[in-house]
């Protein structure tokens, strides 16, 4: 049962008044039948469902109003920003942090005024990146660098540029520190990502050279460096620097890096070719023009991590019908009490 008070209201949350039961079969079933529709017969497993109060990442919605500064999330098919006033999926601190930005921002907004905030929750405090139709004026970044001392924020960043940087936002990634580019793409829970990571390691583990494919930060890249080499593609160059930086960490093995587009120029059946395994952790899209390369190569092993099971179905049919098996798919569910659903399988094939 819901134990928001904003539930019925907040877009945030759609799923929160059904039981554990129910709520594991609706996000199991949203998966079978995504596969079903594109016509792949693999087992569905049980999904791992992160606790609540674990979400480290949101974009929140700001809007000032007569009755004051509103931040939060949209309400449900609206454009209203519900104020937050309780969240049961952020973490305390994230949620904490808007209390906090409430109560120094509203000053700096005039009336019907507007912004969108992205935050991210790191080991070495919050990383902040505005959106908001202003320029950023010397004035202004004394402003806020004023304003939004003292409570947590690590690095604040207003329209892609840097309004203050007081440490360098980091994270662990398989226990390597990686320091973060702002506004970088994190998978949204700590929990979350260990399951995922669990099951790529799995699902590689006799490969010694494996292709990381849209690799982002690292998130796969620095664990899997442990025990294979890795090339890491991807077309964010800023995160692909972080990832380079990180993978000089001792004890791991050779990482390579290659800044790509990998919609337009995936990866060829010949590039491929060298490697034992390959990991594909692609945006909602999916990777139907990887898949389809992946298909024509002599790969054997395939980790496929996805946050849309409607393209994760329509890859996995080019796959299996080039001979790949899929295997059991593990959904992650990381965006509690929401449509959404993050999942992971591996494709395997003989010689």
């Keep these: 049962m819901t134990s928001c008070t904003h539930f019925g209201i907040c877009g945030g949350c759609e799923l929160q008044d059904l039981s554990a039961v129910e709520y594991a079969a609706h996000k199991k079933a949203a998966v079978e039948t995504a596969l079903a529709k594109a016509g792949v017969a693999v087992e569905v497993l049980a999904p791992i469902i992160v606790p609540p109060q674990t979400r480290r990442r949101a974009v929140f919605k700001i809007k000032s109003l007569a009755q004051g500064l509103h931040i939060g999330f949209h309400a449900a098919r609206s454009h209203t920003v519900v104020d937050m006033h309780q969240c049961e999926v952020l973490t305390p601190g994230l949620f904490a942090l808007v209390g906090a930005l409430r109560a120094r921002l509203e000053a700096e907004f005039g009336v019907g005024e507007a912004a969108e905030l992205h935050v991210t929750e790191t080991q070495t405090g919050f990383d902040c990146a505005f959106r908001w139709k202003r320029n950023l004026t010397p004035n202004l970044t004394a402003e806020l660098s004023k304003t939004l001392s003292?409570?947590?924020?690590?690095?604040?960043?207003?329209?892609?540029?840097?309004?203050?940087?007081?440490?360098?936002?980091?994270?662990?990634?398989?226990?390597?520190?990686?320091?973060?580019?702002?506004?970088?793409?994190?998978?949204?829970t700590a929990e979350g990502e260990a399951a995922l990571q669990a099951r790529v390691a799995a699902i590689t583990a006799r490969a010694k050279t494996i292709a990381d494919l849209f690799a982002g930060c690292g998130t796969f890249t620095l664990p899997l460096a442990r025990g294979a080499r890795v090339h890491a593609v991807e077309q964010d160059a800023p995160a692909l620097a972080a990832l380079a930086a990180a993978a000089k960490a001792p004890k791991l093995k050779p990482v390579t890096t290659e800044v790509r587009d990998l919609f337009r120029l995936p990866l060829t059946a010949l590039e491929l070719s060298r490697f034992d395994a390959v990991v594909l952790d692609p945006p909602r899209a999916g990777a139907q023009a990887q898949a389809k390369m992946l298909a024509a190569s002599k790969v054997q092993t395939i980790a496929y991590v996805s946050c849309d099971a409607t393209s994760f179905a329509r890859d996995a049919a080019i796959l299996a019908g080039a001979g790949f098996t899929p295997g059991p798919v593990q959904p992650v569910d990381q965006f509690l009490w929401s449509a959404h659903i993050e999942l992971v399988a591996g494709f395997t094939r003989g010689r």
């Design 150 to 188: 003292g409570i947590g924020i690590a690095r604040l960043v207003m329209n892609g540029e840097t309004v203050f940087e007081i440490a360098t936002p980091t994270v662990s990634l398989g226990g390597v520190p990686v320091a973060l580019p702002p506004d970088a793409f994190l998978q949204s």
